[in-house]
Every structure is written in C-alpha cells, then in structure tokens.
T-cell receptor
Framework: ETGVTQTPRHLVMGMTNKKSLKCEQH?????MYWYKQSAKKPLELMFV???????ENNSVPSRFSPECPNSSHLFLHLHTLQPEDSALYLC?????????????FGPGTRLTVL | GENVEQHPSTLSVQEGDSAVIKCTYS??????FPWYKQELGKRPQLIID?????GEKKDQRIAVTLNKTAKHFSLHITETQPEDSAVYFC????????????FGKGTRLHILP
C-alpha cells in the first residue's frame, strides 16, 4: 500500500491558482503514469514517462504540465484549470522498462476546481 | 490503436452466485490482459492477469479466460461475497517498447444480500 504515494490527497483550488501534485514510488520501477478518473471517463491516461522521458501525451490540455525529475518522482503542475478538471488524479508506476506491465497505483489526489 | 470494450457497465448478483464480466480488444498484438479492482474510495489494484500463451488462469474464486482468436477475455467470480462489490477494470497491453496499457470503462459490481 505504501509503494506509490501521492500528495496532497485532497486539493481545492480556484481557476486562477497554480498548484502541483506530487507522486513518489518506492518500488524501483522505470515507468510512471498520470491518470484522470471521473464519472464520465473512469480511467483516462494523461501522461507516460519511461526512464524519465515522456513517451505519451494523450492530447492533454496545456494547463496540465508534467515533470519527471527522476524515475522515482513525478509531478503534475496545474494552472488556470476549469471546473470540468475536477476529478481524482491517479499516479501509477510499472516495473517493465519496455511496456506497461502491471500498474501499481497511488491513492490519488481528489481535485476540486471552483 | 488498441480499443478495449467492457460489458456490462453495471452488474448486480445475489450473494453466493457467480459474476462474469467480458472484454473485447482490437489489437491482435496485445498479449497481456490484467484485471483491476477498485473499491469505493480506494486505488485500483491488480487482482489477476493472463498472458496470451495461456487460455485460462485461476486464483481461488477468481478466474480469467482468454480467446485470442475472438479477441475477448472474461473475468469470472464464483461464490460472490459482499466484499466483491467494487468497480472492475479490464485492460490490454502489448508489453513492447512503445507499449501503453488501455483500460476498459469499468463494471460496477453490486453483491446483493
């Protein structure tokens, strides 16, 4: 349960705020992911990093900006969000360097945009 | 690219009965099929997976079957219990260098007392 951690667990922000979500994995994995989970799209892949390099950007608006300084840490920088961006943001990691393999999810950050 | 369809979106079964959730995929190169369970307020967690070199895998009350020809795979839960109530996601992956894992839209399973 503590292999992938996310902070904060809950975040409320206004549309003009800038905030960052943090994810850390203690499993020695090489790939990390950001997902958005909402009622409309249960598990929507946003970004994929393999060995710190972004390999996937699933047509995500530029108001979401990922950063992966090393293979253990992943950030999602948020700015000028919209109310429809309110959702659960899940981070995940996987052990296989060449593929998605088994995903290990963090507990998520519940984001509310006012 | 890969597309994963999952049915049904909601399923209610009497406690003790069996539940079956079905998924289809489009990319014949997919060779890894995990299933995740997400309880209310918790993170998705892997419960069982199957690779394309086998047709069936079982772990206690949970089993998964794979039909590569028809490109579909199913999750079977027998003797359902209240703690089986959750959202279940199927997924497909090719496990190559440029691979990404594609999830189905999920099935909300209700176990009725």
């Amino acid at each position: 349960e503590t292999g992938v951690t996310q902070t904060p667990r809950h975040l409320v922000m206004g549309m003009t705020n800038k905030k960052s979500l943090k994810c850390e994995q203690h499993l020695g994995h090489n790939a990390m992911y950001w997902y958005k989970q909402s009622a409309k799209k249960p598990l929507e892949l946003m970004f994929v990093y393999n060995f710190k390099e972004q390999t996937e950007n699933n047509s995500v608006p530029s108001r979401f900006s990922p950063e992966c300084p090393n293979s253990s840490h992943l950030f999602l920088h948020l700015h000028t969000l919209q109310p429809e961006d309110s959702a659960l943001y899940l981070c995940a990691s996987s052990p296989l360097s060449g593929g998605a393999g088994t995903q290990y999810f963090g507990p998520g950050t519940r984001l509310t945009v006012l | 690219g890969e597309n994963v369809e999952q049915h049904p979106s909601t399923l209610s079964v009497q406690e003790g009965d069996s539940a079956v959730i079905k998924c289809t995929y489009s990319d014949s190169a997919s060779n890894y099929f995990p299933w995740y369970k997400q309880e209310l307020g918790k993170r998705p967690q892997l419960i069982i997976d199957i690779r394309s070199n086998v047709g069936e895998k079982k772990d206690q009350r949970i089993a998964v079957t794979l039909n590569k020809t028809a490109k579909h795979f199913s999750l079977h839960i027998t003797e359902t219990q209240p703690e089986d109530s959750a959202v279940y996601f199927c997924a497909a992956s090719t496990n190559d260098r440029d691979d990404k894992i594609i999830f189905g839209k999920g099935t909300r399973l209700h176990i009725l007392p």
